[in-house]
């Protein structure tokens, strides 16, 4: 079973950058037969989705709230989907989990069949 796994949060100072990474625990799976996402979960709130990528790369989504500040990326040859944050807010501060889910094409959340287990990003001076 594909097993994902992020990387890259930490602590960054409001204006400041963060690369998040998603990418499988195991050499057998190949991202490049999933769709990505990206989705955020701050404490006590619902989840929600950031950004998502299709399985080619060629079509990406972005919640309002992150549009020209974040950006998603595939490498599909280094098996690894990517979140480049840029001009982190204090309202970014959440946990960042990335999902896979079969197919070409981006899904809505609960649609997504595979979750790593979170990267926590916290923005704070």
């Known amino acids: 079973q594909l097993q994902l796994v992020e990387s890259g949060g930490g602590l960054a100072q409001p204006g400041g950058s963060l690369r998040l990474s998603c990418s499988a625990s195991?050499?057998?799976?190949?991202?490049?037969?999933?769709?990505i996402g990206w989705f955020r979960q701050a404490p006590g709130k619902e989840r929600e989705e950031v950004s998502c990528?299709?399985?080619?790369?060629?079509?990406?989504n972005y919640a309002n709230f992150v549009k020209g500040r974040f950006t998603i990326s595939r490498d599909n040859d280094e098996n690894t989907v990517a979140l480049q944050m840029n001009s982190l807010k204090a309202e970014d501060t959440a946990v960042y989990y990335c999902?896979?889910?079969?197919?070409?094409?981006?899904?809505?959340?609960?649609?997504?069949?595979?979750w790593g287990q979170g990267t926590q990003v916290t923005v704070s001076s």
């Open positions: 990528i299709t399985s080619s790369g060629g079509g990406k």
């Open positions: 999902a896979a889910r079969g197919g070409r094409l981006c899904v809505p959340l609960y649609e997504y069949e595979y």
């Open positions: 195991s050499s057998r799976f190949t991202l490049d037969r999933y769709a």
